[in-house]
């Protein structure tokens, strides 16, 4: 069985028989007993287990190593230490044993800097035990909500000739050999490639997103994506996860409500099936992080224009590093104000259309773009999303001004011209969230096996 | 609201005024009135709408061509003709008109081959609405099965230095100029890319996967996957999705009670939640796919060792193509023969080792592995899987006699020092298992935008 169903219905099985298989965190023995922290990674919760010279291999046990695999059988009881309940040992068995070399002992806590350096253990800790099993819950709880709502999860491609975000910022991928190119005219001739062209690994799935949304109406992608961006900051990594989902039939405004729905569902969920884990990172990792997390689900947000956030920036008292300007970006700054003006979480609209993506719907004005942010207190820019240019000739004008190879979309931009609809769609970095959820501030410490430039190990 | 909503909850609309938003299926306008073949993409059930002069509009709407993308509001009331309810309209607002070039009429059936060159357009087919949407279900079967059992979702990396089929199946990636390469030594320099050295996108998680089965007890993975393979057949593409879990503690009989109590479930979760598509398929794609799945989940599975199938073909009355042996693989006809044999899903065990993957347990016997692939009747292998050798110096071993760049994986060879255990997992690819669900034979109709050889449009 396993720990996890044991800490879910203590009752059941108190007085119990049970066997467990897992590992030892810690080990304190004592000469004629010892206690074993034991885990087995379901939970978050440890079990103590007791044993003593009844154990017919009882100085073989007395000698077993931390990080070692165990069966362990015995009687569920009521503790007499911090825990509930511990398990009075009946026989344990030992399966793998562990080497003294073994990184992860229990004294001292290794620092994230060197347990990103063996990503392969990391995981065996308290810390990443519960980073990693909330990331699993929110990417559940993201699947539910989406599929109870209608919506399609759709697997949009990974490898690409389409020019979305630009084709600088992707991977190229080959099949052939770099020391020995075919060439064509002094060029290397790609037409020998396995794909007959140049092919890349994509950084997004929208347009494809939007093919199915004209299809069946509410879609959403969760898949890997990737950024050759060599920058080595706390929120950029060159793979990472993404949630997109597009709406046909759907306004900015309407985006707004789903990402505000969806976004406080994901946090009930997860507030709800990792407490324990929400417990673990309140106390170690970001203090008030429940209280932050429950006041965003009770929230309301705020839904505000670039224009009019700009104003509220330029009446601060404070003195910006980046003067706010109407035509230009919020800085970090800029973002950190104004979700704690509001208290809350902050939808900005209408943003300049030349600081944002040539697939914008382009708003009346003809100089600001219907997009939003939302900023969110303690993790900034969360989502990102718009209503979509659903005018054809408006945006192959928007394509051709801002440079994109419009001969690797055009079956995208015949969406407007087959049926096509005003419709809307947001980007979440699905890492951002796992940030938000945790308190834990590097993206190296949220992804399983990081890449950044000059990282590619495991 | 959603035209999935409606069906399912029929009674409550009746003569209640709705208001939806879709697209023009089939359109048949008459002198006086017209009626609309309406879908919005939510379900697989299409909704007459009926339409008369009493239509402020009546004039403009009779012209709407197929495709066109609408909003109507109306009454549902009881059809008189073979559907169970029609909708009356009292608007129609055009959104979106469709240019008259528009690939997908009414009339004629377009072949499949015709809509995989207009694979942004197919998935408003009923056929591709079908085959998406049991996709879409299908995936959430998945994610249910497991989180349910305590597994834990994990996004392992695609990009890769870690050699585990082999280097040569791998996509290389890059982000240098291919005209403009950095050299070392008459070489290219590699360290001068992004990750200071070659990097790869994947064709498995299963190695990264083990690391955290050694930490969470059970995990699952489920994501795209690259294999360069130059091959055009119904059943390769090089981009695909894979599910492959990973359970510590869990022999090849304890992997095979996984892997049928999870196909089952999902087969179930599938003929449940789209009964629609799946009656779309049994009546237009596969005759008798109901059935066949139904049976399924009512079968007991065969379990035999391949040296016990190889004695079944030698003594089989049919004339073979290939001739069984206990040394090598098994054909395809073999496997139709061995799934007609027992009636039923087989699980054939105890592969022979040369044919095998270098991760996978060897047997006392020194000339077997405990590998499994499952063989399910019309589809073929389903799912490989295997125990995984847990001895540290047999897996060295292995790898060396195959060739694998153990520098690459010594983290992975690590993890059977530090607490390892018999573990064993096994990886499906999602694509199968659709052309199983829905009866579609060829993979480039069971992936929305599909990457085959030459083939990487859209």
Redesign the interface.
Known sequence: M?L??LFLDKEKYLDKKITL????RNHRDQKTFGFIDFA???CQQHLQVVYDEKLANFNEVQKLLI???L?VTGKVVKSQGQQDIELQAESIRL?????DN?PLQAKGRPTREFLREIA??R??TNL??AV??I???A??AI?EYF?SH?Y???????????DCEGSDQM??????D??N?PMEDN??D?KKD??????F?TGTGQL?GE??A?????IYTF??T?R?E?SNTKTHA??F?MIEPEI??CDLNGLMDIEEDMLKYVVSYVLEHCSEEIAFCDKFVEQGLKEKLEKLVSSQFTRITHHDVVDILKKAPNKWEFTPSYEDDIAKEHEKYITEYFNGPVFITNWPKDIKAWYMKLNDDNATVAAVDLEVPGAGELMGGSERE?DYDKIIARAKAMNVDIDTVD??M?????????HSGFGMGFERLIIYLTGVENIRDV???P?T??????
């Not at 298989?21 to 030892?24: A, F, L, P, T």
């Not at 015949?414 to 005003?422: A, E, K, M, Q």
């Not at 430039?453 to 495991?458: H, I, K, M, R, V």
Request: proline share 5%.
């Open positions: 396993d996890k169903d298989c897992g590992w030892i087995d990674g379901t990080g070692s695999s069966e399966i793998g044993d562990c080497k073994y392969y253990l995981p065996r990443f035990q990693f099993r990331r699993s819950v990417a559940m699947h599929q209608n399609l999860y759709v697997h949009t491609p990974l490898i690409t000739t389409a991977f190229k991928i080959t099949t052939l770099f020391n190119l060029v290397v790609m396995l794909f007959n062209k140049q092919a690994i494809h093919a199915f004209m299809a069946f109406k509410k898949g890997p990737f050759t060599n060159n793979e996860w046909a039939f659903a079956w995208y015949n969406l407007r011209r087959f049926g096509g609809c005003y992804i399983p096996f890449r430039p000059g990282n590619c190990e495991y």
